[in-house]
C-alpha cells in the first residue's frame, strides 16, 4: 500500500483505467461477441503492462510544487487518458475513426454524454457499456478531487464560502497542499471513503431499476449515467425504458446526490452540523424546480384555454411530472428526458420551449458534485446579494441579519462568483467564436457551447428547435467542443489557478 501511495496520480488512474476494460471484456465474453471480448482484454492487458512500466520508472518521484502537480494531473487525466480509452473502442467498433472514438471518450469521461452515434444500434452493447463505464470513473474522479484538491485550494465552488477568509484563491490558497506526501495520503483516504459509497449507491439504483423491470444491463448503464451525471444510455434514455415511470421515480431520488454534497460527504468539508434541509443548494434546486415548472405549465395551461382545447386529468398530472423530472434532469446536467416530457405539448398543443432547460443545464448542481455547469451556490450567493441590494434601496440604513457566514457570502462570496461568471461568459463566448469560423451556424453554436462548457451532452437533442446532430459536425468543430468539455468540467479557476505564479515557484 505504501508503494503505491508513493506512485504519481496519473499513473494509478492509467492502472485504474486498464482494469477497467475488463468490465465489457466480461460483458462481450457473456454475449458471446469473442470479438469484443478480445479487443478489450488484449487493451487492458497492453495498457495494464505499460503502466507497470510507468511505475518502475517514476516511483518515489517528489514535484517541486504539490498544488501545481495536482492540477497537472487533472489535466492531463481528461485531456490524455481518453486517448487510451479509444483504442479499444475504436478496434471493437465497425468503421469507427480514432478522432470519432477519442472524442466520445472524451464526452463520456467528463461526464457530458454527447455521442456521435445516435442511433442506439449503430454500437455494441459492449461498447454502451464501456461508454457508461468511463463516464462513471469520470463522475468518481471528480468525487475525490473536489475532496483532496478543489476544497484545499478554495476552488471548484469552495471559494464562495471561503471567501473573506484566511484563505483565499490568490494568498496562502495552497497551505493546505503543503507537501507531496499529504497530498497522496489525503487522496488515499478520501478516494477510500467515498469509492464504496459511490459504488453503493450506483448498485442499489441498479438493483431498483431492475426490480421496477428494467433490463439488467441497460439498468446498470443507467444507475452509473444517473450518479456521474452523465446521461449515457444504450437506448436512448429513460423515454424509452421498461421500467417506465417507477424506474423515473428512482432516478429522480438519486438526482438528489448531484444536487448537495452533503447528501454523501458530510463532515468532509468541516460541515457536521449541517442539516440537508437548511442547505442552500438545495433550497435553491426546490425553488427553481418548482418555478421553472409552474412557468411550464402555466404557459401550456394558458394555451390550451386559447387554442380551446381540453385535456384529462390524467395526463395533466403526467405532465406536471415530466416537467418536474426532466428539469430537474437538466438542473443536475444529466440530461435524461422524462417519458411524460412531451405530454404537456399533447394536452396543450404547444411546443415546450428549451430554453428553459439551457438554463437549468447553465446554472448546473452543487458544489464537489458530478454536476456541470455555474453552480447552485455561486448562484444562491449572487441571489442573496441582488436581495441584500434590494433592501437597501428602500431601507438605506437597515442592517442585513442572518450571520457572519451569511453576510461573508452576500458581499465577498457574490464576488467571487461575479468573477467565475464572467469567466464563464467569456468561456462561452471565445467557443462560439472557434464554433462560427468552422461554419457551424450561430443557434447550433450555441446550444452546444452550453451543452459542452456545463457538460451536457443530451442538450443538443432537446433545446434546440430541431435535434443537433454531433456526428454532422466538422472535425476542427468537434476538437473545439472536446476542449470546452475538459474546460468545462475542470473550472476555469482551476485553469486561472494553474497559471497562479505562486505555484510555480521553488
Known sequence: MHRLKSLPFFVMLMGIGALAMLVPALHAWALRDFTSMRTFFYAAVLFFTLTLLIALATTGTQPKSAARSQLLTLVLAFGVLPLMFAVPFQEAGRNIRFFDAWFEMVSSFTTTGATLYENAGRLQPSLHLWRATVGWMGGLLVWIMAVAVFAPMNIGGFEVRAAGGSANVTAGAYTQIGRTAQVQDRLARHAATLAPIYTALTFVLWLALVLCGE?????????????????????????????????????????????????????????????????????????????????????????????????????????????????????????????????????SGLETPGLFLVGMALIGGGVATTAGGVKLLRVYALARHSERELERLLHPSSVAGGGREARMIRRQGAYVSWIFFMLFALSVAGTMILLSLTGVQFETSMVLTVASLSTTGPLAVVAAETPISFSGLPDLAKTVLAAAMVLGRLEALAIVALFNPEIWRK
Open 215 to 347: 433490463v439488467p444491463y441497460i439498468a446498470l448503464c443507467h444507475a452509473m449515467s444517473v450518479l456521474s451525471t452523465s446521461g449515457i444510455s444504450p437506448i436512448g434514455g429513460v423515454y424509452y425504458a421498461v421500467a417506465g415511470f417507477w424506474g423515473e421515480v428512482c432516478v429522480f431520488a438519486f438526482f438528489i446526490f448531484a444536487l448537495s454534497r452533503l447528501t454523501f460527504s458530510r463532515g468532509m468539508f468541516g460541515d457536521s452540523d449541517a442539516r440537508l434541509i437548511r442547505d442552500p443548494e438545495i433550497r435553491m434546486a426546490a425553488g427553481l424546480v418548482a418555478g421553472t415548472t409552474l412557468l411550464l405549465i402555466a404557459r401550456h395551461y394558458i394555451g390550451s384555454m386559447e387554442e380551446g382545447t381540453q385535456g384529462t386529468w390524467g395526463g395533466f398530472f403526467a405532465s406536471i411530472w415530466g416537467s418536474v423530472f426532466t428539469v430537474t434532469s437538466f438542473l443536475t446536467t444529466t440530461g435524461f428526458e422524462s417519458h411524460f416530457w412531451d405530454g404537456a405539448s399533447r394536452w
